[in-house]
């Protein structure tokens, strides 16, 4: 079964701190994904990285940045933390040839800026 | 660009009994897919079922089917003899064949009473 682990299941930062989500997959996928989770908005693309030091801007990537220096692992950085950006993050993967291959999701973080 | 509306926020249905949640989408895609997730309240994202839009024929896996109507750009989720585990979130999604970005609906909280 494919694998998706985000490091923390539960954050608490506060304003202005600088704050990096850790997301790890073990199945060799080339695609991975931040979304944010908000009630009544579904879920949002952040950004996304179909290989190593590459990525994409999603819909909402305004006080995001995003690294992909390995292939297995994908970090979502919030520069400086507002509380605008409360939220529970999810992380993606899926294969770069998609056909029939879902994304697979971790279990999110929900995390809290005070 | 892709949207998906889920018109529904919340519904609840009698353990054992049949419920259909709603989705329509609107794509300038010719080809793409479309899929309902899961997310219980342990927040793992999981898949139910998926739906090539090129296929006619209605995707179904054990008690979930879906209803594609692609001229309307419908893609419902019927649940037969609900149990309680299926009670959680449920969001619909679309994705173009020929990139991996998901775009999500709103969500649906389906809770299944005994």
């Known amino acids: 079964d494919v694998k998706v682990t985000q490091s923390s299941r539960y954050l608490v930062k506060r304003t202005g701190e600088k704050v990096f989500l850790e997301c790890v997959q073990d199945?060799?996928?080339?695609?991975m994904f931040w979304y944010r989770q908000d009630p009544g908005l579904g879920l949002r693309l952040i950004y996304f990285?179909?290989?190593?030091?590459?990525?994409e801007k999603g819909d909402i990537p305004e006080g995001y940045s995003v690294s992909r220096e390995k292939k297995e692992r994908f970090s979502l950085i919030l520069e400086s933390a507002s509380t605008n950006q409360t939220s529970m993050y999810l992380c993606?993967?899926?294969?770069?040839?998609?056909?029939?291959?879902?994304?697979?999701f971790g279990d999110g973080t929900r995390l809290s800026i005070l | 660009a892709q949207t998906v509306t889920q018109s529904q926020p919340e519904m609840s249905v009698q353990e054992a009994e049949t419920v259909t949640l709603s989705c329509t989408y609107d794509t300038s895609e010719s080809n793409y897919y479309l899929f309902w997730y899961k997310q219980p309240p342990s927040r793992q994202m999981i898949l139910v079922i998926r739906?090539?839009?090129?296929?006619?024929q209605n995707a179904t896996e054990n008690r979930f089917s879906v209803n594609f109507q692609k001229a309307a750009k419908s893609f419902s989720l019927k649940i037969s003899d609900s149990q309680l585990g299926d009670t959680a979130m449920y969001f619909c999604a679309s994705e173009h064949t020929s990139g991996s970005r998901l775009t999500f609906g709103e969500g649906t909280q389906l809770t299944v009473n005994p």
């Open positions: 990285s179909y290989d190593v030091k590459m990525k």
């Open positions: 199945m060799d996928h080339e695609n």
């Open positions: 739906q090539e839009a090129y296929k006619q």
């Open positions: 993606a993967s899926s294969l770069l040839d998609r056909s029939n291959q879902p994304q697979h």
